[in-house]
């Protein structure tokens, strides 16, 4: 449920939506990529920026122009009530949505006919309506939306921090890119990972101890789950405290601090990363899954990663020497 997540983007961490139905009432205009370069017909580039440490892209629908937060943790598109207001009663949901700490009625859903990626178009694409005011409030941008897993899970994505842009690059329903020539840099790694409805699970271990993180482009900081194993929190290093705010000015203290020896593979291993240290049994029940933490921002930092969903597969693409 999308307002559960939103809860712990503010808190520097994200967990997933619920699958909804979007009822009949399309919205007869398309969504479109206003700053994507199109390479060809399968593939294309899109700057965004980082506010604070969330993804943004502009896009345009409906004559409006604005921010997309780019999450791979939310399940459908989300549209923000605030700025498409037109709504009819039958389109309420019939149930509240619920979240960790908060229920939200007034949420609506919402049927985009036609998705439009300059030369890509993709049709019938469900979207959640939910009110997004205090993310704006939060970020002091404008929201238009989220972009989540139901766009995102046709295209081998690629995440690069280094230059700021998200490649698309259309794959068949095995995962074979439709385009062979997409990237210049060399891959250097690859590690597989489970999805979990639509969740991406990777094992990892800290301190040679097994464990298992769900992977969040909106996580703003990793997380890690207080009642882990000791041998795991040994190399957690507590910085200090600090009182993070959700929805509703609702506040949770959680320790902040850095986690070390994070390993997905013998040649896939990350730096000390920011991660805030927190009761995880909510999330998990959201996830319907036992995961050990959260890994966004900070894994999205030190790796240039590559999504392939169909393949269930993460590839790597090395930093230039210089990349601080």
Do not use: C, W
């Not at 036609?114 to 704006?136: G, P």
């Not at 210049?184 to 991406?200: A, G, P, R, W, Y």
């Amino acid at each position: 449920m999308y307002m559960q997540r939103l809860f712990y983007i503010l808190l520097f961490f994200a967990i997933s939506i619920t699958k909804v139905n979007a009822k009949d009432n399309p919205i007869k205009n398309s969504i479109l990529f206003s700053q994507a370069e199109v390479l060809n017909e399968y593939t294309t580039r899109i700057p965004f920026k980082l506010v604070d440490h969330l993804i943004v892209v502009k896009a345009k629908i409906l004559n409006k122009e604005g921010n997309f937060i780019i999450d791979t943790g939310s399940e459908t598109m989300i549209l923000n009530k605030v700025h498409f207001s037109n709504f009819y009663e039958h389109q309420r949901k019939n149930e509240s949505t619920s979240g960790v700490m908060h229920s939200v009625e007034n949420s609506y859903e919402r049927q985009i006919k036609e998705f439009v990626l300059e030369n890509f178009k993709l049709q019938n694409r469900n979207s959640d309506v939910i009110d997004l005011s205090h993310i704006e409030k939060s970020k002091k941008i404008k929201i238009l939306g989220v972009i989540g897993y139901s766009i995102l899970k046709d295209y081998e994505i690629f995440i690069d921090m280094h230059l700021n842009q998200i490649t698309l690059t259309k794959v068949d329903p095995f995962g074979e890119k439709l385009d062979n020539h997409v990237y210049l840099e060399k891959i250097i790694d690859s590690v597989s990972f489970k999805l979990k409805n639509h969740t991406i699970v990777v094992n990892a271990t800290v301190n040679n101890q097994k464990v298992k993180f769900g992977l969040d482009t909106a996580a703003e900081f990793n997380q890690i789950n207080k009642n882990i194993n000791k041998k795991v929190l040994k190399y957690f290093i507590p910085k200090k405290r600090t009182l993070l705010t959700g929805v509703n000015n609702r506040k949770i203290e959680v320790l902040a601090g850095k986690l070390h020896r994070v390993k997905l593979s013998e040649n896939t291993y990350f730096g000390p990363m920011l991660t805030v240290l927190t009761n995880l049994n909510k999330m998990n029940e959201a996830f319907g899954t036992n995961l050990d933490g959260i890994l966004g921002y900070e894994f999205f930092a030190q790796k240039r990663t590559i999504i392939n969903y169909q393949k269930e597969k993460l590839y790597f693409i090395n930093y230039p020497f210089n990349h601080q």
